[in-house]
């Protein structure tokens, strides 16, 4: 993909309207030579913000759907694609068992990573507390700002869902510098001038590992935000909706 207010190309990993099959094609076969795994086959899905997790022991002609990966096969490497959700990629060291997963807020809301664990528990043995994750770049919590749905969903599935949400007041340089141009006639109080809802989907999913049985010290997450920071990372909501995807990837050799 090439973007016109950028001097250089980038290295879109996924597929979307904003690039080429064949430009896609290209930057995964140099992003797999780059990570010296150019021999692995990359298993992908076709994702649809589900809480379904897919074992697979090859990689498929045509993605299947669904938001999770698990296999225990050599050789076969799993990529999950992100612009702003959250990737989650575990590894289980004893069973040589790997998993990845996509956590936008809907796949958070479904349990994508509980259930995942589940899964590897109860087909390969593995146990949780010996488990290493790490989350990868992702909106943060300093700008994913979500509406009343979303908040309520979190709170009819999660007893401790008011702790993964903050009130952020706008501070727009804008109505800073000219504060006058937004004042209301309403009285105070009663303005719908009022902070936005932002919601912490990385410690929603790390809470989700830990009551799945991690042990903290086993849970790594990158801590940068894609939207902050777009000169590093594709960003769907920073970009406005024009924007590539990223990888996340993890397997055995």
């Known amino acids: 993909m090439f973007r016109t207010d950028r001097a250089t190309g980038e290295l879109n990993l996924g597929a979307s309207k904003s690039d080429t099959a064949a430009n ?3 930057n995964r076969r140099l992003f797999l030579t780059e990570l ?10 076709r994702q649809i913000h589900s809480g379904v ?25 799993l990529g999950i694609q992100t612009a702003d959700c959250v990737p989650i990629l575990l590894i289980d060291p004893d069973n040589r068992t790997v998993a990845a997963f996509h956590a936008g807020w809907r796949g958070t809301v479904k349990r994508i990573v509980e259930r995942g664990v589940g899964l590897m528990r109860m087909r390969y043995g593995s146990r949780p507390e010996e488990l290493l994750a790490a989350i990868g770049p992702c909106i943060g919590a300093c700008c994913y700002s979500v509406g009343e749905e979303v908040v309520s969903e979190f709170h009819s599935q999660f007893c401790y869902s008011a702790e993964l949400f903050r009130e952020v007041y706008d501070l727009d340089p804008v109505k800073q510098k000219y504060p006058m141009l937004f004042l209301t006639a309403r009285a ?15 410690e929603a999913n790390r809470r989700q590992l830990l009551d799945a049985g991690l042990k903290k010290r086993n849970i790594w997450s990158s801590g940068e935000c894609t939207a902050c920071n777009p000169e590093k990372y594709f960003s ?7 924007t590539g995807r990223m990888m996340a990837v993890v397997g055995i050799r």
Do not use: W
């Open 36 to 45: 010296d795994t150019a021999r692995m086959k990359l298993a992908t899905l």
């Open 236 to 242: 769907h909501r920073g970009e406005h909706g024009f």
């Open 53 to 77: 997790v897919r074992e697979v022991s090859a990689a498929q002609k045509e993605p299947l759907r669904g938001d999770g990966l698990i296999t225990q096969h050599a050789g076969l490497l």
């Open 24 to 26: 896609v094609a290209r």
């Open 188 to 202: 105070p109080g009663h303005s719908n001038l009022g902070p936005q809802t932002h919601l912490d989907l990385v």
